[in-house]
């Protein structure tokens, strides 16, 4: 079982994030995955969320509670869902867009300019998939297959060879990342 | 009753990823429904989005009206064209709605009406969740009658249970009502939709007897009478008044009590075959606890704390709410100790648990106002309340 | 014919009219009897199957219409008539929907759905038979009381302002609009007739006596001298600007034929703009 938050700003493609995590796990990777999110006049502009429970049986409380998984995206939204991130949990920003606080407790921290990126391929509207290849390679909560199986349908059928690049883009990045964090932990421990 | 199998125009054969909203299109388009009427309320606005985004493709007609008003009587002049037809709301919409779910009632007209539930009176919380027009669904127009009302807990229930309502609608020639609510409307999961072949779908009760033979209000042997629609040669009439079997206007204590018991009595007399509930562990329970909607998963949760603390929990899951399961729950009623009743108002269908359990058991109400489901826990410290 | 042969004599209108439930509710007198001829008539020349025409009345004296008419025919509720009628004709779109009426029900409590059923060019007619009071419920102001008549609800006179209907209906779209008084029986026949042919949304007002309630209270008159008051007062304008057809307390009343246009209705037009939008994907309907 797990809980993620995808949060930021309206217009961010927040929602779209929930949304293609949840079609991916649910219809390509054989868990159960119930998507929900912020509603109203609280969903345009300012912080917005979307939020997936995953499970390997049903789910059954809709919402998530203490999330492990926290993506921001924005300062505001970074600020108003941290504090409910989980001891140990994972915390997934866009360098550009939020400036965190020092890390409290065992908390992972991975961070990518997924906004940056995107207008490098040529669009900041794909920064959400760039931010979910990234997602996707540091989690391992859902493959990348089941991930770019799941776009068809959520992203516009004319833009879909570039959000696919952009997923590969900040999933590589997050590979990457992780090489990295390996390689140091074994150097550290080697000490 | 004719059962036929789904036309597969309507059917989205496949898994898909959609919230309730979404869902009940699809249902409705899957049971037949080529009749969309409809004004756009938070938190439904939805269903009828992909109503009208689907059926150009699949063959008939979306219209938004102008209101609730207009939208459900549109609906009741397109069942007596010929087309099953459907609407969704919430709060607001529904409470407009209510004089001519009356009128349906009286001129018994097969269709189904969605209320993705909202937080109320009034305004209320639009975007938020509730349970609180349960009660409206069953009283909500003027006068007795009895109406069908279901209530789906996932996406796949408003998928499945969206079909379930037209087939009941047809064979009772009732309005049925998906009693949903925004937590399920809004929440994204998988819902699976079979092929065409796998889905049955009951067909209007057609009259095919000799034109001038036709009577609209004649019963049949089950209590329904025949139906034929508008352009078919019959030159029938029918009324909001109270009438005879003609469908003639007779206004008079004597008609008043022929047609009035039976319009209630042809979903009360059926209720053991319309009522569909799901239990679990109730055989040896001391408390069970009564849910339906999303309460009912939220309500599991704290079921599992409680057995897991060794308490005998069963749990009772209303699929159908209107009718009421009477009977099951007075024969619960001497076997058990208590009854928990959480569910998101401030005291609605916990009243019709209490009166079936006349005092011969407990009953305890969790109530919530709306705006969110349930903490389990306070769910818990009732059920552990009820045990003492 | 002797007088034998006329008592033995069927009531031409009786093809139409549900005899079973004859005698009809309405005061003698009353015009609404009058309009519902002409639409019997207007049916005969029409030449159209009978078994497309459905009639949809509101409540109200002409409410009642739907009841007698040997049609399908449905009395839904106050105010809803329009709606209900615009379900059956989008429902089966072969039916010739017409919806018989008082301006209480139309204008009154049922306004929003005229006006909006006016703006989709929904293929209608609309027969409001005009008494200038809510004549079941006891004779209560309307919203087509001229300014100074006497209401129940209005015992000092009415003070408000009151519709136009023709202008209403042009403004919100209306593709043919005529009015006339009850007496105008064969011009009121004739505009049933045309509207019935026309695709799209037809209105026409009839003028009409309520003996009983109106008349009585403001000193009218009864009878056939007060169906000859209106039709005396009437001037004919075919054409006439709807911006100038108010009608006053005793005033004249222009009736003609002001409007006859030629426009595309909701299905028309929704089944041009898919075809153009979807192509091979939309499936066409009822046509």
């Known amino acids: ?85 989980r001891d140990k949990g994972i915390l997934i920003i866009d360098t550009d867009l939020v400036k965190p606080k020092p890390i409290r407790g065992k908390i992972q921290m991975y961070a990518i300019p997924s906004t940056r990126f995107a207008e490098q391929l040529g669009n900041r509207i794909i920064a959400n998939l760039v931010m979910l290849g990234f997602f996707t390679a540091v989690t391992k909560i859902a493959s990348p297959e089941a991930m770019k199986k799941a776009l068809p349908g959520l992203v516009p059928g004319r833009f879909l060879d570039l959000n696919i690049k952009a997923f590969d883009n900040g999933y590589d990045y997050g590979e990457e990342v992780l090489k990295t964090a390996t390689k140091k932990k074994t150097t550290k421990s080697k000490k | 009753m004719k059962k036929v199998k789904a036309d597969p125009k309507g059917v989205l054969t496949g898994s898909h990823y959609l919230d309730g909203d979404y869902a009940i299109a699809e249902g409705g388009l899957a049971a037949g429904c080529r009749f969309f009427a409809g004004y756009p309320i938070t938190p439904s606005t939805e269903t009828a989005e992909r109503f009208a985004e689907r059926i150009p493709s699949v063959g008939g007609v979306f219209i938004q009206m102008e209101d609730e008003l207009a939208s459900i009587t549109a609906l009741i002049g397109a069942a007596w064209g010929g087309k099953k037809s459907m609407t969704v709301t919430s709060g607001p919409g529904f409470s407009l709605m209510m004089e001519n779910i009356g009128l349906a009632c009286m001129m018994e007209t097969p ?57 009941l609608s047809e064979i009772y020639r009732v309005p049925v009502f998906v009693m949903t609510d925004e937590c399920v409307g809004h929440m994204h999961e998988k819902v699976v939709i079979p092929p065409a072949e796998e889905i049955e779908v009951v067909e209007r009760k057609w009259y095919e007897g000799p034109k001038d033979k036709y009577l ?80 009912s998963r939220v309500s599991i949760r704290a079921v599992q704390l409680a057995r897991k603390a060794g308490m005998k929990i069963g749990t009772l899951r209303l699929k159908t709410v209107w ?64 045990a003492k | ?94 039916l010739n929907v017409v919806v018989f009426s008082g301006d209480g029900d139309i204008f009154g409590i049922g306004g929003n759905h005229f006006i909006h059923a006016a703006r989709r060019n929904m293929d209608i007619t609309v027969i409001c038979v005009n008494n200038f009071n ?15 008549a006497n209401a129940s609800t209005a015992p000092y006179g009415n003070f408000e302002f009151s519709f136009s209907l023709p202008y209403l209906a042009e403004a919100a ?109 939309f499936v066409k309907y009822g046509e």
């Not at chain 3, 004599?9 to 519902?36: Q, Y």
Request: charged share 25%.
């Open chain 3, 1 to 94: 014919m002797t007088k034998e042969d006329r008592l033995e004599a069927k009531n031409p209108s009786e093809k139409f009219l549900r005899m079973d439930r004859i005698p009809h509710i309405w005061c003698p007198g009353c015009g609404i009897g009058t309009v519902v001829t002409s639409f019997n008539e207007a049916l005969k020349k029409s030449k159209i199957d009978l078994d497309d025409v459905v009639v949809v009345s509101g409540i109200g004296c002409t409410g009642r219409v739907a009841g007698y008419v040997k049609l399908d025919s449905f009395h839904s509720t106050h105010g809803r008539a329009i709606p209900f009628a615009t379900g059956l004709k989008l429902a089966n779109p072969n």
């Open chain 2, 111 to 167: 269709l189904v009406i969605a209320n993705v539930q909202r937080g109320g009176p009034s305004t209320g919380l639009p975007t938020l969740t509730g349970q609180q027009d349960m009660m409206q669904a069953k009283w909500g127009s003027h006068g007795d009658y009895e109406i069908i009302a279901l209530s789906p807990d996932s996406p796949q229930e408003c998928f499945d249970l969206t079909i379930e309502a037209f087939n």
């Open chain 3, 173 to 281: 779209g209306a593709t043919y609009v005529a009015r006339w008084t009850a007496l105008h029986l064969r011009r009121v026949t004739k505009s049933i007739q045309e509207a019935l042919a026309k695709p799209g949304f037809s209105l026409i007002e009839v003028i009409t006596p309520c003996v009983t309630l109106y008349a009585r209270r403001n000193r009218l008159g009864d009878g056939l001298n007060l169906l000859k008051y209106y039709y005396d007062k009437s001037v004919i304008e075919h054409g006439a600007d709807t911006r100038t057809l108010d009608i006053s307390y005793q005033g004249k009343l222009v009736v003609g034929k002001f409007i006859d246009k030629e426009k595309p209705t909701f299905l028309h037009a929704m089944n041009e703009h898919m075809t153009k939008i979807l192509g091979d994907k």
């Open chain 1, 1 to 85: 079982m797990a809980e993620i938050r995808f949060s930021g700003f309206g217009g961010q493609g927040i929602i779209r994030c929930g949304l293609i995590t949840g079609k991916a796990l649910s219809l390509y990777d054989n868990k159960h995955a119930t998507m929900t999110q912020s509603f109203g006049p609280e969903a345009r502009g300012s912080a917005c969320s979307s939020q997936v429970v995953v499970s390997a049986d049903r789910v059954l409380y809709p919402y998530i509670t203490t999330p492990e998984i926290l993506v921001s995206m924005s300062q505001e939204a970074y600020d108003k869902y941290e504090p409910e991130l």
């Open chain 3, 134 to 148: 809510y004549a079941m419920t006891g004779g209560q102001v309307a919203a087509t009381t001229p300014i100074g």
């Open chain 2, 216 to 295: 609209p209000y004649k019963l049949d042997k089950d209590g329904i009478p025949f139906m034929v629609k508008a352009g078919d040669g019959y030159r029938f009439h029918t009324t909001g008044l109270t009438h005879d079997e003609r469908g003639y206007p007779v206004i008079n204590a004597e008609c008043q009590a022929e047609t009035i018991p039976r319009l209630s009595d042809k979903i009360t007399d059926n209720a053991d075959k319309i009522i569909m509930l799901e239990e679990d562990q109730i055989d040896n329970a001391e408390i069970v606890v009564i849910s339906y909607g999303i309460t």
């Open chain 2, 323 to 386: 009718p009421f399961p009477e009977k099951r729950i007075k024969q619960l009623a001497k076997k058990i100790k208590a009854f928990v009743v959480p569910e998101i108002n401030y005291g609605q269908v916990v009243l019709e648990v209490e009166r079936c359990a006349a005092g011969k058991a407990g009953t305890y109400h969790v109530p919530h106002m709306g705006g969110w489901v349930h903490d389990p826990n306070d769910i818990l410290n009732v059920i552990k309340e009820a």
